[in-house]
């Protein structure tokens, strides 16, 4: 008897998908071309102000293929992220941090919040 361990294939209701962590460079043609080979793209939107596209997919099964999928993928430099669109973030985001502010005193600040892992200060 073998046994092996398979890691937890997100499920999926949507057929559209965030993509994080985008460069300043990214275009909707761009993105068309990286993630066509997935199936076909009805839509791209790109919140330059987040860094974040979301692609709609013709299909769910489209969309379930690249969440699904092992593969890299570099945009110019950068590692882009993929996430189900609409899923719960495990990551907060503050904005407007006075450069006097350090990371132990946020760390400090957000202890209160059960399940925190980390706290990062990201020079804009």
Avoid: M, W
């Amino acid at each position: 008897d073998r046994l092996q361990h398979r890691p937890k294939r997100e499920t999926l209701s949507s057929n559209r998908v965030k993509i994080a962590n985008l460069p300043p460079t990214v275009s909707k043609r761009g993105l068309r071309r990286t993630f066509e080979t997935f199936g076909k793209i009805s839509n791209v939107t790109i919140i330059h102000a987040e860094n974040l596209a979301v692609l709609t997919f013709e299909r769910v099964g489209y969309a379930k293929r690249l969440l699904n999928s092992d593969r890299v993928f570099i945009y110019d430099g950068f590692e882009l992220q993929s996430s189900q669109y609409g899923s719960k973030s495990k990551q907060v985001k503050v904005t407007n941090i006075p450069p006097s502010v350090s990371t132990d005193s946020l760390r400090e600040l957000f202890d209160c919040i059960e399940g925190l892992q980390d706290v990062n200060i990201i020079d804009a």
